[in-house]
């Protein structure tokens, strides 16, 4: 029966580890030599495999020693110390990355305000959403105009009005009648999602629900703002610029099932002389 060498037992343990690659090879050990000795840098480390009640078996081949005559053993024990050195080197734990990496179930240590700051803001943000989505109610009334801005700020104000229980009946669209410098006039009219296509409708969604809104009597300190937008719009002639613009709207209600449209209606609600400095 064959005797395991200290060196045997190491790259059993390394294989077990596996830190042994499919050649043989421990990973990460690569045999040095000096320039004297780079016939040996062929060196390569095989294990053979247990066979029923056979012992393990660890061999070197040393292809450019075979063919030198002069102390080829003493060479090869040379050889062996290298490798088992550089070995036992591989096993050993390192100390970086041990460090480096927490073990498993370990909290990594940070800035407790950060996560003050945080949980804080979680809390904030759930007490918003759920007093702005809470049903009518003394408690909502109360609390509605503390979270208003941070939800108007956010995008996050939604009215789900519109669902139920008496959702809005009114098609609406908003015209511009634009007055030039020369007495022509010109209509335009906000985009409207019926006269889109897709893609358009997806960039444009928001200019319907924005004159959904806009043009509401509550909404009438935005007005101005409306007309000198349609008319740097509209501002394509460089000696023939927009001088007033009017808004108009245009709304009918949804018929029940089966009933006919109505033909629009139509109420100017609005109309402003637009200066030059508006057109800029």
Known sequence: MLTRSPAYEEVCAARRLGRILPSGTPDGITPLYSAKERNYQAAECEVAEPMGEQTLEMTFHFPAILEQTDQPMGKQKQANAVFQEQTSRSLAPSSSFDTAIPPPGARTNGPRWGRAAINLFLLWHLYALTIWLLPQSALRESCVQTVTPYMTFTGLMQSWTMFSPDP???????????????????????????????????????????????????????????????????????????????????????????????????????????????LQ
């Open 168 to 278: 809005s009946k009114l098609d609406m669209y908003v015209e511009a009648r634009i007055t030039y410098a020369n007495g022509q006039e010109r209509s335009w009219t906000y985009p409207r999602m019926i006269n889109l296509g897709y893609i358009e409708r997806y960039r444009h969604e928001r200019f319907r629900k924005f004159i959904e809104l806009a043009h509401l009597e509550d909404n009438r300190m935005i007005w101005p703002s409306v007309a000198r937008y349609a008319a740097r719009v509209n501002n394509h002639y460089p000696h023939n610029p927009p001088v007033d613009v009017q808004l108009i709207r245009h709304f009918r209600f949804t018929p029940p099932p089966g009933g006919e449209w109505a033909p629009y209606q139509t109420s100017p609600f609005y109309k402003q002389a637009i200066l030059e400095q508006d």
